[in-house]
């Protein structure tokens, strides 16, 4: 898998996204911030159960029942802004999401706390969140969405580092999932970052381990004509956002989509206007 130093130009990152599918970039987020995020999931962590409580069970699997998922980060630290106004995440979401349309959202951050003996999440393509669209445009489908897990502490294979087969992000048979021996553990130290598009086959590793868990930290973007997975206006509230960049109000859902250059119309209106 491609590596590439958090201070290599954004332009290989892209390149490298463009070939693979997916990256890494070390040393991603600074030691200081790496220990004061670790400090508040890791607090989180002792407050949620593993599993996903009250689902159906498809998504009891697929999030893992020996693993532990919450969002909300920014209600407890202020990284989760930074992360969001990011420059690297910044560019990547300029180049990548805005081909069909100017802005998009936050997809999602959420914790992903993979536990000792949790089993090896199914493989998948992120975009497949929004199937109706992949289904219908694969192989030219745009890119959708791009997310990335950075490494809250060392994230090695037995512990369940995410699987990936590179090059899948370019294969034509969109009902192709890919063979879990192709797929490569992305191995990450902590404050390094798995960076990957939304096409690319992927997965949480196996935790092999009796007593490790795999600390990590998921945050995604995804196009402004699509609906986000997760709910960003109706955790934050207004205030939380009010001094913050008209970038992280549009990230959040605090502001209306307008499509411009793009055709279509304007979306995310109050009564039809743009705020
Ligand atoms: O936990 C991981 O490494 C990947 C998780 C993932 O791909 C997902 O839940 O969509």
Redesign the pocket.
């Known amino acids: 898998m491609i590596r590439l130093p958090r201070s290599a130009p954004s332009n290989q990152v892209f390149r490298g996204l463009e070939t693979d599918g997916a990256l890494i970039v070390e040393g991603f987020l600074e030691a200081e911030k790496l220990m004061t995020l670790k400090a508040v999931v890791t607090a989180l962590a002792d407050q949620h159960a593993s599993g996903a409580s009250g689902e159906a069970r498809f998504w009891q699997a ?2 893992g029942s020996k693993t532990k998922r919450f969002t909300g980060i920014g209600l407890h630290t202020e990284i989760f802004f930074d992360l969001l106004e990011d420059e690297l995440l910044q560019t990547l979401g300029d180049a990548l999401l805005t081909t069909s349309g100017s802005q998009y959202w936050m997809n999602t951050c959420q914790a ?1 706390i ?1 536990g000792p003996g949790e089993r090896a ?1 199914m493989l ?1 393509r ?1 975009c497949d969140n929004w199937s109706s669209v992949t289904s219908l445009l694969w192989p030219n489908c745009p890119e959708l969405t791009f997310s990335m ?1 950075l490494a809250l502490d060392k994230v090695d294979e037995a512990v ?1 580092a ?1 699987r990936v087969i590179p090059g899948s992000h370019l294969w034509l048979d969109h009902s192709r999932i890919g063979d879990p021996n192709d797929a490569e553990a992305a191995e990450l130290a902590a404050g390094d970052a798995l960076v990957y598009s939304g096409k690319v086959i ?4 196996e935790n092999q381990t009796l007593d490790r868990w795999r600390w ?1 930290l ?1 945050l995604s973007f995804v196009v402004g004509w699509l609906t986000p997975e997760e709910a960003a206006s109706h955790i934050f509230t207004r205030e939380h956002v009010a001094n913050r960049s008209e970038r992280t109000k549009r990230l959040l859902g605090f502001s209306a989509f307008n499509p411009y250059p793009a055709r279509g119309g304007r979306l995310w209106l109050k009564d039809f206007q743009t705020w």
């Open positions: 697929f999030h992903m993979i999440q998948h992120d897990i369940g995410t992927h997965g949480g590793g990590a998921h």
